[in-house]
């Protein structure tokens, strides 16, 4: 007899779907690491999956991919605490990751509704309960 599915195992399945469906073929084959992954790779397709409220997708890139980016995760920490010159800019390339995404996708419907989605995303107050938290990068400093 097969295995029923766990809650997140199917939930995970649909956010997939849904995913892979309007993603690029190397995004899809970089996330089942079936092609190298860049840290670069690793915060667009996180923030994508997060604005798009895949929870489980986005919690099983962290899970899968996580670990090999802890420095630079670390050092982006950093920055961000630091209010490093470098944020703005990296903000304006998110919003770029938002719009090759949106352009690239398989058709002018889902193309119309990726972009209004990114454009109203942050607008809306979103439930605790959908935002994926990470524990904070521990360098043995402390953080009063």
């Known amino acids: 007899m097969e295995k029923k599915l766990s809650s997140f195992e199917r939930q995970l399945m649909l956010d997939e779907i849904m995913f892979y469906s309007i993603c690029s073929d190397q995004d899809r084959q970089k996330i089942l690491d079936q092609q190298p992954m860049t840290f670069d790779d690793f915060r667009r397709l996180s923030l994508l999956t997060d604005y798009l409220e895949l929870e489980h997708l986005h919690k099983f890139i962290w899970d899968l991919h996580g670990y090999k980016f802890m420095d630079e995760m670390d050092n982006l920490y950093d920055k961000c605490k630091d209010g490093s010159e470098e944020l703005p800019d990296m903000?304006?390339?998110?919003?770029?990751?938002?719009?090759?995404?949106?352009?690239?996708?398989?058709?002018?419907?889902?193309?119309?509704?990726?972009?209004?989605?990114?454009s109203d995303g942050l607008k809306s107050p979103r439930k605790k309960a959908s935002i994926t938290l990470y524990p904070l990068p521990d360098k043995g400093k402390s953080m009063s």
Do not use: Y
């Open 91 to 118: 903000l304006i390339e998110t919003g770029h990751w938002l719009d090759d995404f949106w352009k690239q996708a398989p058709n002018t419907t889902v193309s119309f509704l990726l972009r209004k989605v990114f």
